[in-house]
């Protein structure tokens, strides 16, 4: 590529990039109507058609007619979430939209939905149903029977007011629910006065503890049944992807009956389904289970238990943290007694008394508590006694007061979700962040479609069992050629296992001082990150520099924004939860590609059974999963179409290596360079042009 210096300050606007060849929608009556309302609530919004917009939506509308599943890359700006929500409210049927983050899902219900409804949903559009819900799992909603009657302790007694510091932040916790109950509030965890997970466990319930709305005194209130109850009386349902997981792939009935499902952020599905599906165990949790059942069991089933744990803590102690590839015997024996001792124990618990019995709702609530205690033991250690093929078992490492703990995981869940979802529902899949290596099939595969299924041509000529779907790429409003630069430091060695070396420190230092802060730093640990900011601090005094810990996540964005001259040095989490626009953020610097760490235990047995299958266990797992956060961490450059600055990657492999095509071809389509001199240049200017 030529090295000639691209102009990203330009101050001309660029026109849309072309959207990849498709096949298109088709026009029928569904597609016009969908096309019709979109330019109806665009005009009463305010806004401007994208032609990649209508794009989406149109092939949204075709896919919930004719069944075919569809993955739709949407870049940032496209205005996808309208794209989809449109067709969604003029389906015939009811549509669920599942989204990753619950940043999202706060938009599209706070935001996006009520100002559509207000647009399209007063009942000049005809078909258009403008009724939603949200709906969460159990624990996101406080829990009357806990504000009310209190939270059991070790022991399983209900305890009102727990003592030490967190008695005056569950008072007002409980305060909270008790406004919001009596002024018919949704009881959501994101309403809440700030608060630590530890303090709203004491008034929320996940679905083990819960009574069950016919025998909780409080059911006819409760705030989880209230939202249930209003997503079985809506068109459009928002919720999560674990919570679809749990409805669809686990067989537990979440969600009322819907024809479509939408899944926005579709990149992190196969992660949050994993999520979902993961279970862990540790001594702490069988002791506490054991302590709970005391009080309801006779006999010596609860001690037995406690003797179990025991044998569990033995067992961890001579293990070496990580994946089992063969279980340790002393480990498969404790995880048997656990087992055993938790089905004895549960066998041991008195029956609970018919409906309308006169017991207190106390001594109920406790029993319930105490045996699901008992039961979620009994599960997981099944599961991880039965050491099946289709799981991976690991044991984590600890750390300062967090014990290790048993993990275990599915080794993929594609065929879950093909045969679970996929098979009785039709599916849309969008998000930013689709194309892997310029190509579909990776992500449709890990989804659980297969690349030989992709409709290219219509009508589609497909077997009985195949899942026919397709893949439209709706461009962006972006010019990424002309906004955006990425550098590859091609003369850097190679990371190494030591984390930065002085090369990369001189290098970042230097890129820092030429773009005068306005650098948000992605780093593959957070060792690397606190080494970055302190050779920028000290070298860079001028500047501030912020590194994650410094304070939670929302105030450093805050100051991020606030002070053009700042850095912001971060890991994972940073990678793809912020979004800041505009002068603020001129430098995106990436540390080293973002692959698997080679210990991590699911990623390695996914690996190492892709290779056992005849695949390419590295670029199907390893450089996949490093495309994926590749694309998302660049994509936090531009998010405007006046947006302009630099994507530099520090790791020379990405532009040496054999993979590197695959990874760049993931990216957005900036002008590549491997020239330094051109890249601080071009900061320079950027920044010049920023002071004015």
Request: aromatic share 4%; proline share 6%.
């Amino acid at each position: 590529m030529s090295e000639t210096p691209a102009r990203p300050a330009s101050p001309t606007a660029s026109p849309p990039a072309s959207p990849a060849a498709t096949p298109t929608a088709g026009d029928g009556p569904a597609v016009r109507e969908v096309r019709e309302v979109l330019a109806a609530a665009v005009r009463e919004l305010g806004g401007q058609q994208r032609d990649g917009q209508v794009q989406m939506a149109e092939a949204v509308a075709a896919a919930m007619v004719d069944g075919t599943h569809l993955l739709v890359q949407a870049g940032t700006g496209t205005g996808k979430s309208l794209a989809y929500l449109v067709p969604s409210l003029l389906h015939r049927k009811r549509v669920v939209v599942a989204t990753a983050t619950l940043a999202l899902q706060h938009q599209l219900v706070e935001r996006d939905l009520p100002r559509l409804v207000e647009a399209v949903g007063d009942g000049s559009h005809e078909g258009v149903d403008a009724s939603y819900a949200v709906l969460k799992g159990r624990s996101n909603y406080a829990c009357l029977h806990r504000v009310r009657e209190g939270a059991p302790d070790d022991q399983g007694v209900l305890v009102e007011v727990p003592e030490g510091s967190m008695a005056k932040k569950v008072l007002e916790l409980r305060e909270w629910a008790e406004a919001e109950a009596s002024g018919k509030g949704s009881g959501e965890r994101d309403a809440a006065p700030r608060h630590t997970d530890r303090e709203w466990r004491q008034v929320s319930v996940g679905h083990r503890d819960c009574l069950g709305a016919a025998k909780c005194p409080f059911g006819q209130e409760c705030f989880a049944e209230l939202a249930k109850e209003k997503a079985a009386r809506s068109h459009l349902i928002v919720t999560n992807h674990s919570l679809l997981a749990i409805d669809a792939i686990e067989g537990v009935p979440m969600i009322p009956e819907y024809d479509v499902v939408v899944i926005d952020e579709a990149h992190e599905l196969t992660a949050r389904v994993t999520q979902a599906a993961t279970d862990e165990l540790s001594v702490g949790d069988v002791e506490r289970a054991a302590r709970r059942a005391q009080r309801w069991v006779d006999g010596d089933e609860a001690d037995e238990l406690s003797d179990a744990a025991e044998a569990l803590r033995d067992a961890i102690a001579e293990a070496r943290p990580g994946r089992f590839e063969i279980v340790p015997q002393q480990m498969s024996d404790a995880l048997v007694l656990v087992r055993d001792a938790a089905r004895a124990c549960l066998s041991a618990f008195p029956k609970e008394p018919a409906t309308g019995s006169g017991e207190a709702g106390g001594a109920d609530a406790g029993r319930t508590q105490a045996k699901g205690s008992v039961q979620e033991i009994f599960v997981n250690a099944e599961r991880m006694a039965a050491d099946l093929d289709s799981d991976v078992l690991w044991l984590s490492e600890g750390g300062d007061r967090i014990p290790p703990r048993l993990c275990v995981a599915p080794l993929q869940v594609w065929g879950q979700m093909r045969d679970k979802l996929l098979t009785d529902k039709t599916v849309v899949f969008t998000s930013a962040t689709l194309m892997l290596g310029g190509d579909f099939s990776a992500v449709a595969t890990n989804v659980g479609l297969k690349p030989s299924e992709r409709v290219i041509d219509d009508p589609p000529s497909q077997a009985v069992d195949a899942l026919p779907w397709r893949g439209i790429d709706v461009g962006s409003p972006f010019d990424y050629g002309q906004q955006g630069i990425l550098y590859l430091a091609r003369h850097l060695p190679p990371p190494g296992r030591d984390g930065l070396g002085q090369a990369q420190l001189d290098e970042i230092v230097e890129l820092v001082d030429a773009a005068e802060g306005r650098t948000l730093g992605l780093f593959s640990s957070r060792r690397a990150a606190e080494a970055a900011a302190e050779a920028v601090r000290e070298r860079l005094p001028h500047l501030t520099t912020l590194a994650q810990g410094d304070a939670q996540l929302p105030e450093l964005a805050k100051q991020f924004v606030s002070d053009p001259h700042t850095c912001l040095f971060g890991t994972l989490s940073l990678w793809q939860g912020l979004d800041v626009p505009g002068a603020t953020c001129q430098l995106v610097l990436i540390d080293r590609i973002p692959f698997p760490r080679p210990d991590d235990p699911l990623m390695s047995a996914r690996q190492k059974a892709a290779d056992k299958a005849g695949g390419n266990g590295f670029m199907q797992v390893a450089a996949t999963h490093a495309a994926l956060l590749l694309a998302q961490g660049a994509g936090r450059l531009i998010r405007t179409t006046s947006d302009r600055g630099v994507v530099a990657v520090l790791d020379p492999r990405l532009a040496t290596a054999r993979y590197g095509g695959f990874l760049k071809a993931s990216l957005p389509p900036m002008w590549t360079t491997t020239d330094p001199a051109i890249v601080r240049k071009a900061l320079s200017r950027l920044a010049a042009t920023a002071r004015g």
